[in-house]
């Protein structure tokens, strides 16, 4: 075998720190947060990825076969280990030679991460075992799986070094693959390329066009400018004759700024007929050494080279990354830290002494959401309180400016009441009667809006428990939370009842006794003065034509023979349509007597009065509704469930027969709180470990 232990190891511990850090993540079975630094391998199935490795390890272990051979990515660890001098000096030759398995391999093996403290000295063994840990995952189908395989390999014939490889690019499903092969294999590369520490190593045969390089193609979407990609170019042996890849490695075709590095790998000849790995490795120094484009620069190529670029570039790499992976770490253990706290204790203690914690703390927040004391007071929305204030100030008061007395009575329809209510006699005066039948009839209208209120009120309190109930503690008890949410409810309800009975009892009162000696309500006579201005105003003014003078009471003196000449006003409509010798007769009055379409002059004057009365008390009763009903809702709904939340909740949960069942934790509490305790875990032992580099 080629001895690769000659070569200078600079300061495998770097590597050796990433590499605790990959088994500390994979160990306790929970995606890594961290974005390490590693080396993933990509290429085509026919690009020769896995001589690549061979010839890196210097030793056959990977499967082959045809199709999709590496179906799990593959997590190799390389670990530089100086063989321990031999007492009995026996030479190596003589040990290889041994049959037991520990003896043919005493100084390399391989441990793999699924079986640990299993040392592989054979390493046809540690393929067997890639294989059949693939085939636990995956089955026989050909299918593929992002689970990796973890396997560390310690030899003195290594540099120390972290490749992950992974599965070939394909294009066309065979056999029982499955028919999105190709995707589900990019998917998984784009995975792990797409990080931003990880260095691509991009494998192409030479003897194919680069630009149809499928590894470069996918390296070149995550990295455009080929910043953190590396090429590798095999089979430069078999290109035709009087051609070679000198253009490509001065970075002419396809320019990358840590390069190419060309490699010979065994064929599948050398492969069938078990050729050694430090044979090959003979054959391929010779190769460059005496082929005429590479021999001044074939200490630039060959695989040990690459074995010693790849170990300066990646901890190089490790090196810049370092303190940005502890800063991830500390900020990840802090947030996991954090959350499992949120999520308690898993030893639950005394039931009853939680439950009462718990709703001493609800009842708490309820009331400081209600009175707008809380920590978390948003700028961007109304919350809480302040909801409920909107819905009194701006919702209800201009609900009840909105309606309008007159919407539904017409003057027609007034002057009706104005006749009704002056029974056989008519009236000399405007009459109280009219005026306050359709007063009352118009303050029952502000019922409606009224209760509407307690309505919407009663959904911002609905609000309140849904954003409470939303907190973890909740999340972490679901039938607690059921529970709660069913007695909050419950009381709301109860509440409403009360709460609906004083606001129609409200109306109820104004509609009851019309206070006509309100200090602002508008009197009759004052109306009336009001009324006669205005009709004063709009009639002509009578001029003396002789000395262009008004006449007196030539505004209201109206001609008396022109009211006896023709019927007017309410009736008419009724006796329009007959002569005199009709009249005469005396016919009775029809089944139904309704007002005519016009007003007289007298009507109009009463009408607009009674509608000024009904202005003035209506105006002064919407001020009343708008200031009392709120003050009703809160009474007997907001400050009655702030003050009486905590009793009624303890009456109705504080059960000793009920308390273990309330406190079943959720199976998303249980799987959470397990992840999070596996998470602290991993980081804490992965910060003791950054923590020991300076």
């Not at 670990?79 to 398995?101: F, T, Y």
């Not at 809380?374 to 400016?401: C, M, P």
């Amino acid at each position: 075998m080629a001895q690769q232990a000659s070569v200078n190891v600079n300061d495998p511990g770097l590597i050796t720190l990433v590499n605790k850090l990959q088994d500390v993540f994979a160990t306790v079975g929970v995606q890594n947060p961290i974005d390490l630094p590693q080396i993933v391998v990509v290429g085509s199935q026919s690009s020769g990825k896995s001589s690549v490795l061979e010839n890196i390890v210097g030793r056959d272990f990977l499967p082959r076969g045809t199709g999709i051979v590496t179906r799990r990515p593959l997590v190799l660890q390389l670990v530089n280990r100086p063989a321990p001098a031999r007492a009995n000096g026996a030479p190596k030759e003589e040990a290889e030679m041994q049959s037991s398995d520990s003896a043919a391999n005493v100084d390399e093996w391989g441990e793999f991460l699924h079986i640990p403290g299993q040392k592989f000295h054979d390493f046809n063994k540690i393929r067997d075992e890639i294989v059949k840990e693939t085939d636990a995952k995956t089955g026989r189908n050909q299918g593929i799986s992002p689970l990796p395989i973890g396997l560390r390999i310690y030899s003195p014939n290594v540099l120390t070094l972290t490749l992950v490889d992974l599965p070939g690019i394909t294009r066309v499903p065979v056999g029982d693959q499955p028919k999105d092969i190709e995707r589900q294999i990019k998917d998984m590369i784009l995975k792990h390329i797409t990080k931003s520490n990880s260095i691509i190593l991009a494998v192409t045969a030479a003897n194919t066009d680069l630009a149809n390089s499928d590894g470069l193609k996918m390296a070149r979407e995550v990295d455009p400018e080929g910043q953190r990609t590396i090429g590798v170019l095999t089979k430069i042996d078999l290109m035709d004759q009087g051609t070679d890849v000198v253009d490509i490695l001065a970075g002419r075709i396809i320019p990358l700024r840590l390069g190419y590095v060309p490699v010979v790998n065994r064929g599948q000849r050398d492969i069938d007929s078990k050729k050694a790995i430090s044979a090959a490795l003979e054959h391929e120094k010779r190769f460059f050494e005496e082929h005429r484009a590479y021999r001044n620069k074939h200490t630039y190529c060959g695989t040990p080279y690459l074995a010693r670029k790849l170990n300066m570039i990646l901890m190089m790499h490790i090196k810049q990354t370092l303190p940005e992976i502890k800063a991830r770490i500390s900020s990840s253990l802090q947030k996991y830290t954090a959350e499992l706290s949120s999520l308690g204790d898993s030893l639950l203690g005394n039931s009853a002494n939680i439950v009462l914690n718990i709703i001493t703390e609800f009842c708490n927040e309820y009331r400081t959401v209600l009175e707008g004391n809380n920590q978390e007071i948003s700028s961007i929305e109304l919350s809480g309180g302040a909801r409920i204030s909107f819905v009194f100030h701006e919702l209800y008061a201009n609900g009840v400016k909105a309606i309008d007395p007159f919407d539904y009575v017409k003057d027609i329809d007034i002057r009706t009441y104005l006749y009704n209510s002056s029974g056989s006699s008519p009236a000399l005066f405007v009459g109280t009667t009219a005026f306050e039948l359709i007063v009352k009839q118009q303050i029952k209208r502000l019922e409606d809006p009224s209760l509407k209120c307690v309505s919407l009120v009663y959904d911002e309190l609905v609000r309140i428990l849904t954003q409470l109930l939303q907190k973890q503690l909740f999340r972490r008890y679901p039938s607690l939370k059921e529970k709660f949410h069913q007695v909050v409810i419950a009381f709301f309800k109860k509440a409403m009842s009360p709460t609906n009975k004083l606001v129609t009892d409200l109306v109820a009162m104004e509609a009851c006794y019309v206070n006509t000696g309100h200090p602002d309500f508008l009197n009759g006579h004052r109306a009336m003065a009001i009324v006669h201005d205005r009709h004063n105003a709009s009639k002509p003014v009578q001029v003396d034509p002789k000395t262009g003078k008004p006449l007196p009471g030539g505004r209201d003196s109206p001609n008396p023979q022109s009211l006896e000449s023709t019927p007017e006003g309410f009736f008419q409509s009724f006796f329009a349509s007959k002569n005199k010798k009709k009249m005469a007769a005396m016919e009775p009055p029809p089944a139904t007597l309704k007002a005519s379409g016009t007003l007289s002059e007298r009507e109009t004057i009463e009408v607009e009065v009674i509608k000024l009365l009904i202005s003035s008390y209506y105006n002064i009763v919407r001020r009343t509704m708008i200031d009392m009903v709120p003050k009703a809702i809160m009474l007997n709904l907001v400050q009655l469930t702030k003050e009486e939340m905590q009793r009624e909740l303890l009456e109705n949960l504080y059960k000793s027969d009920e308390l273990e069942a309330l406190l079943k934790e959720s199976d998303y509490t249980i799987r959470r709180r397990k992840e999070c305790q596996q998470m602290v875990e991993s980081l804490s032992r992965a910060s003791e470990i950054v923590n020991t580099v300076g």
